[in-house]
Protein backbone atom coordinates (compact mmCIF):
# COMPACT_ATOMS: atom_id res chain seq x y z
CA UNK A 1 0.00 0.00 0.00
CA UNK A 2 1.17 3.20 -1.21
CA UNK A 3 2.46 5.37 1.77
CA UNK A 4 3.84 8.79 2.93
CA UNK A 5 7.46 9.14 4.24
CA UNK A 6 9.45 11.34 5.99
CA UNK A 7 13.02 11.87 7.39
CA UNK A 8 14.72 11.87 9.67
CA UNK A 9 12.57 10.75 12.37
CA UNK A 10 13.60 12.64 14.35
CA UNK A 11 16.07 15.68 14.51
CA UNK A 12 17.94 17.61 17.08
CA UNK A 13 19.66 20.91 16.23
CA UNK A 14 20.92 24.17 18.16
CA UNK A 15 18.89 27.25 18.36
CA UNK A 16 19.83 29.74 15.08
CA UNK A 17 20.49 26.81 12.81
CA UNK A 18 18.89 26.12 9.96
CA UNK A 19 17.43 22.46 9.64
CA UNK A 20 15.46 21.00 6.45
CA UNK A 21 12.46 18.16 6.68
CA UNK A 22 11.89 15.91 4.05
CA UNK A 23 8.93 13.88 3.16
CA UNK A 24 8.28 11.65 0.01
CA UNK A 25 4.49 12.00 -0.83
CA UNK A 26 2.39 9.30 -2.56
CA UNK A 27 3.70 9.17 -6.23
CA UNK A 28 0.67 10.07 -7.85
CA UNK A 29 -0.73 12.61 -5.39
CA UNK A 30 -0.91 16.64 -6.49
CA UNK A 31 -1.37 18.29 -3.07
CA UNK A 32 1.36 18.31 -0.80
CA UNK A 33 0.67 19.97 3.14
CA UNK A 34 2.55 20.35 5.69
CA UNK A 35 1.51 20.35 9.62
CA UNK A 36 3.18 20.48 12.94
CA UNK A 37 1.81 19.19 16.53
CA UNK A 38 3.46 21.08 19.55
CA UNK A 39 3.87 18.18 22.15
CA UNK A 40 -0.04 18.19 24.16
CA UNK A 41 -1.19 20.35 21.18
CA UNK A 42 -3.85 20.04 19.00
CA UNK A 43 -2.41 19.36 15.06
CA UNK A 44 -1.84 22.71 13.40
CA UNK A 45 -1.82 23.34 9.44
CA UNK A 46 1.41 25.19 8.19
CA UNK A 47 1.25 25.27 4.23
CA UNK A 48 -0.62 23.75 1.40
CA UNK A 49 1.54 23.62 -1.93
CA UNK A 50 0.03 22.86 -5.10
CA UNK A 51 1.33 22.79 -9.00
CA UNK A 52 4.56 23.85 -7.57
CA UNK A 53 3.79 26.90 -5.46
CA UNK A 54 1.85 27.79 -2.09
CA UNK A 55 -1.43 27.30 -2.56
CA UNK A 56 -2.36 28.49 1.37
CA UNK A 57 -0.52 29.19 4.74
CA UNK A 58 -1.36 29.31 8.31
CA UNK A 59 0.41 32.59 10.66
CA UNK A 60 2.78 30.32 11.88
CA UNK A 61 4.56 30.17 7.94
CA UNK A 62 6.39 33.13 8.59
CA UNK A 63 9.58 34.27 6.62
CA UNK A 64 11.54 31.34 8.14
CA UNK A 65 9.52 29.24 6.73
CA UNK A 66 9.86 27.84 3.09
CA UNK A 67 8.88 24.54 1.14
CA UNK A 68 10.21 23.30 -1.85
CA UNK A 69 10.02 20.44 -4.67
CA UNK A 70 13.02 19.89 -5.57
CA UNK A 71 12.74 16.54 -7.65
CA UNK A 72 9.48 15.97 -8.48
CA UNK A 73 9.31 13.14 -5.36
CA UNK A 74 10.48 14.93 -2.18
CA UNK A 75 8.91 17.60 -0.71
CA UNK A 76 10.49 19.44 2.09
CA UNK A 77 10.17 21.81 5.04
CA UNK A 78 12.73 24.04 5.48
CA UNK A 79 13.20 26.41 9.14
CA UNK A 80 15.85 28.95 8.26
CA UNK A 81 17.19 29.99 11.92
CA UNK A 82 15.48 27.55 14.32
CA UNK A 83 13.84 28.96 17.54
CA UNK A 84 13.32 26.88 20.98
CA UNK A 85 9.29 27.33 20.15
CA UNK A 86 9.59 25.14 16.49
CA UNK A 87 10.37 22.28 18.99
CA UNK A 88 7.71 19.90 17.49
CA UNK A 89 5.91 17.25 15.69
CA UNK A 90 6.30 17.61 11.62
CA UNK A 91 3.98 15.27 9.59
CA UNK A 92 3.86 16.25 6.16
CA UNK A 93 0.64 14.98 3.90
CA UNK A 94 -0.64 14.60 0.34
CA UNK A 95 -3.59 13.75 -1.21
CA UNK A 96 -4.51 12.45 -4.85
CA UNK A 97 -6.71 15.42 -6.13
CA UNK A 98 -8.91 18.43 -4.48
CA UNK A 99 -11.95 19.34 -2.65
CA UNK A 100 -14.29 18.11 -5.69
CA UNK A 101 -14.60 15.13 -4.66
CA UNK A 102 -12.97 15.19 -1.50
CA UNK A 103 -10.20 12.73 -1.15
CA UNK A 104 -8.64 11.43 1.95
CA UNK A 105 -5.66 13.30 3.44
CA UNK A 106 -2.48 11.05 3.72
CA UNK A 107 -0.02 11.40 6.64
CA UNK A 108 3.41 10.24 6.94
CA UNK A 109 4.76 9.30 10.81
CA UNK A 110 6.24 12.36 11.48
CA UNK A 111 9.80 14.35 12.21
CA UNK A 112 10.00 14.96 15.70
CA UNK A 113 12.55 18.13 15.94
CA UNK A 114 13.74 19.31 19.06
CA UNK A 115 15.76 22.98 19.31
CA UNK A 116 17.97 22.91 22.09
CA UNK B 1 -12.57 30.61 11.47
CA UNK B 2 -13.79 27.19 11.61
CA UNK B 3 -13.15 26.08 14.98
CA UNK B 4 -13.67 22.14 16.37
CA UNK B 5 -14.68 21.64 19.44
CA UNK B 6 -14.01 17.58 20.93
CA UNK B 7 -16.05 16.37 24.04
CA UNK B 8 -14.79 14.29 26.07
CA UNK B 9 -11.16 15.74 26.33
CA UNK B 10 -10.40 12.36 27.93
CA UNK B 11 -12.32 9.30 28.56
CA UNK B 12 -11.40 5.65 30.84
CA UNK B 13 -13.46 3.13 30.00
CA UNK B 14 -13.38 -0.43 30.76
CA UNK B 15 -12.63 -3.42 28.71
CA UNK B 16 -15.31 -4.43 26.61
CA UNK B 17 -17.71 -1.39 27.60
CA UNK B 18 -18.97 1.03 24.60
CA UNK B 19 -18.25 4.39 24.22
CA UNK B 20 -18.68 7.67 22.10
CA UNK B 21 -16.49 10.38 21.42
CA UNK B 22 -18.00 13.72 19.81
CA UNK B 23 -16.91 16.62 17.52
CA UNK B 24 -19.08 19.95 16.79
CA UNK B 25 -17.91 22.17 14.47
CA UNK B 26 -18.38 26.16 14.68
CA UNK B 27 -19.61 26.12 10.80
CA UNK B 28 -21.01 23.36 8.37
CA UNK B 29 -19.14 20.56 7.22
CA UNK B 30 -17.88 19.96 3.94
CA UNK B 31 -15.86 16.94 4.80
CA UNK B 32 -15.15 15.66 8.19
CA UNK B 33 -12.53 13.27 9.10
CA UNK B 34 -11.44 11.10 12.44
CA UNK B 35 -7.82 9.78 13.02
CA UNK B 36 -6.46 8.34 15.33
CA UNK B 37 -3.11 9.06 17.15
CA UNK B 38 -0.85 6.98 19.22
CA UNK B 39 1.17 9.05 21.53
CA UNK B 40 3.91 11.09 20.17
CA UNK B 41 3.52 9.05 16.63
CA UNK B 42 1.69 9.73 13.30
CA UNK B 43 -2.17 9.98 12.37
CA UNK B 44 -3.89 7.02 11.36
CA UNK B 45 -6.96 7.88 8.84
CA UNK B 46 -10.03 6.18 10.44
CA UNK B 47 -13.05 7.26 8.08
CA UNK B 48 -14.29 10.22 6.08
CA UNK B 49 -17.82 11.46 6.23
CA UNK B 50 -18.94 13.72 3.12
CA UNK B 51 -22.78 13.61 3.56
CA UNK B 52 -25.68 14.51 5.87
CA UNK B 53 -26.72 11.69 7.72
CA UNK B 54 -23.63 9.59 6.67
CA UNK B 55 -22.88 6.48 8.72
CA UNK B 56 -19.72 4.54 8.00
CA UNK B 57 -18.43 1.56 9.97
CA UNK B 58 -14.88 -0.18 10.06
CA UNK B 59 -14.30 -3.08 12.54
CA UNK B 60 -16.00 -2.02 15.84
CA UNK B 61 -15.57 1.89 14.97
CA UNK B 62 -18.65 3.83 13.71
CA UNK B 63 -18.67 7.20 12.52
CA UNK B 64 -21.69 9.01 11.80
CA UNK B 65 -22.25 12.76 10.58
CA UNK B 66 -25.68 14.83 11.43
CA UNK B 67 -28.15 16.26 8.92
CA UNK B 68 -27.03 19.72 9.56
CA UNK B 69 -23.37 18.43 8.90
CA UNK B 70 -22.18 20.25 11.96
CA UNK B 71 -21.72 17.37 14.75
CA UNK B 72 -20.00 13.93 14.19
CA UNK B 73 -19.94 11.23 16.52
CA UNK B 74 -17.43 8.35 16.96
CA UNK B 75 -18.89 5.14 18.47
CA UNK B 76 -16.62 1.94 19.81
CA UNK B 77 -18.37 -0.98 20.82
CA UNK B 78 -17.04 -3.97 23.08
CA UNK B 79 -14.12 -1.42 23.12
CA UNK B 80 -10.42 -2.74 23.49
CA UNK B 81 -6.90 -2.12 24.70
CA UNK B 82 -5.62 -1.60 21.02
CA UNK B 83 -8.39 0.84 21.08
CA UNK B 84 -6.27 3.29 23.13
CA UNK B 85 -4.97 6.35 22.14
CA UNK B 86 -6.29 9.94 20.61
CA UNK B 87 -8.65 10.62 18.57
CA UNK B 88 -9.03 13.23 16.17
CA UNK B 89 -11.33 14.86 14.09
CA UNK B 90 -10.52 17.39 11.47
CA UNK B 91 -12.87 19.15 8.92
CA UNK B 92 -11.67 19.49 5.49
CA UNK B 93 -11.45 23.01 3.76
CA UNK B 94 -8.80 21.71 1.38
CA UNK B 95 -6.39 21.90 4.79
CA UNK B 96 -7.71 20.47 7.62
CA UNK B 97 -8.79 21.73 10.86
CA UNK B 98 -8.14 19.93 13.80
CA UNK B 99 -10.07 19.34 16.57
CA UNK B 100 -8.01 19.02 20.20
CA UNK B 101 -8.41 15.11 20.08
CA UNK B 102 -10.06 13.26 22.93
CA UNK B 103 -7.67 10.77 25.01
CA UNK B 104 -9.20 7.10 25.73
CA UNK B 105 -7.57 4.77 27.90
CA UNK B 106 -9.22 1.27 28.24
CA UNK B 107 -8.73 -0.16 31.40
CA UNK B 108 -8.09 -4.00 31.23
Known amino acids: EPEVTQTPSHQVTQMGQEVILRCVPI?????FYWYRQILGQKVEFLVS????????KSEIFDDQFSVERPDGSNFTLKIRSTKLEDSAMYFC??????????????FGPGTRLTVL | SQELEQSPQSLIVQEGKNLTINCTSS?????LYWYKQKYGEGLIFLMM?????EEKSHEKITAKLDEKKQQSSLHITASQPSHAGIYLC????????FGKGTRLHILP
Open chain 2, 49 to 53: LQKGG
Open chain 1, 49 to 56: FYNNEISE
Open chain 2, 90 to 97: GADMVKII
Open chain 1, 27 to 31: SNHLY
Open chain 2, 27 to 31: KTLYG
Open chain 1, 93 to 106: ASRDRGPSPWEEQF
